[in-house]
């Protein structure tokens, strides 16, 4: 009965998101952490689905982790993406997508503003003007880059190499998904499924095989809180929102965690490491930490593309179990070979969790 | 109504934000930072709303602004559709306007802050960047991570970066032209002048504090004290 009731609220929150022809813009922190995750969804876009994704060189940051750390003011905030929308306009795109969550927040927050401010776009059409001379329109339409993935979830799951299942038991999966704040809490309409029932993450779950995990702080921050990590003396608030998350979710043995946000997969997947080195506790099996990925690398690792083209190498927490239980084939000795398989030697092992 | 008072409705946040609370405390319950640091939402909306120009002033050269982390889960469970998390970004916005923020702890973190992020802005076009991202500074980051900081090149090329490279991709060189459009957006709509601010009332405090600015620096970004903490 329950489950009706979230089905009924869910088609409350569905999104019309146009099939083709975008306009891209990436995300600062997922192009220093997470960069094959942008590549990948630009093949999966472009080389799997042959969809026109566009990107120019020109566009910048958005400015939001500058304004949301309190560091610019709403005006050059406004400005910043005033100009992304001049240099969407001048490419004759229409439909905007963002790689970033809090990209995303902001750009809806604008765009909300100015509709109930239009004296304000006018003040902020005026100061683009001044400084770059550049005109625009506002997006027809504006996504996040998930909202495609989601949109095209099932084929890729009609091309799909593997499931979300558990090779040796046949069962699907325990997934946690994360959607982080920024992607619905503000503007609940805008994101798939809103703010209380978000089913981007669980569209994909649910359409590669696996099964979504419901947990008393699913809903809760990651912590990244913005100037709460940047500030190296308010690190203590990131990790502790982290470790609620976690020992609300470790009941549930989760086999892995699916996450929507730049940050978030960083910060589930480093404080687990963390938590580890301080009170050497671990939350998967074995010693191992619970296996932490962006949407694009399960779409990749379903497609059945090799896991370190993928940048899996990349995160702390081992993903090898995961790929273990799915059945995906992958080269130890490769892991962290660079381009032509050149050696570069390997990181250090941490001391209170498993890794290769 | 007093002048801080004045000076926070001009800011539309206030206006989306505060829509006559009834200090149910919803936000509190739900908010990571109350459960984290001896912070309390309701009563910061409620201040606020009393237009108290006395109290609005302590708040402003208070640490407890400064607790929040902009996630605004607050703004999805407030019955009357407030959003504190936004009253505290007109708060931040007026305390860093005026000055206030050099009186506590927390604000005197908006210098570190806004170096690191109006300096990779103005300089990269990110708001993050490897070349200012250092794992002294970030030892959360892992081995792994120290790893590919000493391959960093290297590493990028492996994940299909374009790292500092030309035309578009991932962490590629942003054209000079788009940097100088940036510095430009800065100039016009208040963003370096904000930067003056900082910079100008850090440096009397950290004057006052008896320190160079490299010191001022690291005690803002790194020191903490222990009496912001739920017990």
Redesign the interface.
Known sequence: MIYQGKQKIWSEYQKEIPDDKWYYVRSCIRQNFFPASEKMFMEICRNVLGKDIYENEHHTTCGGIAYHCDTIPQETAMTIVARQFALMTEAGYENYVASCITSFGNYTEILETWHENPELEAKIRELLWKACKKEFKKPKYLAHSSDLIFKFRNEIAERAKFRLVNQKTGEPLRVVEHIGCHYSKMFPSKGVGGAEYPYVLTGMVESWGGNVIDYPERRHCCGYGFRQYHVKANRGYSISNTHKKFESMAPYKPDMIITNCPGCPYFLDRWQYVIAEMEGKTYGENGFGIPVFTYEEVAGLVLGYNPWDLGLQLHQVAVEPLLDKIGIEYSPEDKYKGLNKKDLLRPELPQGIKCF | MGKLYELLKE???IK?GLNTCINCGTCTAIC??A???KYDPRKIVDTVQRADEEEIEKLLKSDTI?Y??????C??RCPRKNGPGLVI?AL??LS?RLGYFVESE?GR??Y???K???G??LKY??????DS?SWE?HM?????????TE?LE????????NFRG???????K??Q???D??K????????TE?IET?EKYSREKAKEMGMTMEEYFRH?????SDNH?ND
Not at chain 2, 68 to 73: A, K, Q
Not at chain 2, 166 to 172: N, T
């Open positions: 800011d539309y946040r989306d990571p930072a459960e984290f640091y400064w929040c982390g902009e996630c605004l889960s703004l999805t970004m931040r916005n860093a927390k973190q908006l570190p802050l806004t690191i992020m109006t990779n802005i076009g990110y708001c993050i960047h490897p991202f500074d959360e980051s892992g081995p792994v991570w120290k790893w590919h391959h290297e590493s990028y090329a492996r994940q299909g970066a030309d035309g578009p991709g991932i962490l590629r942003i054209p032209e788009s940097l459009e940036l430009a957006i800065f100039d016009v709509t208040g963003g904000r900082i803002t970004f790194e020191e903490c903490f």
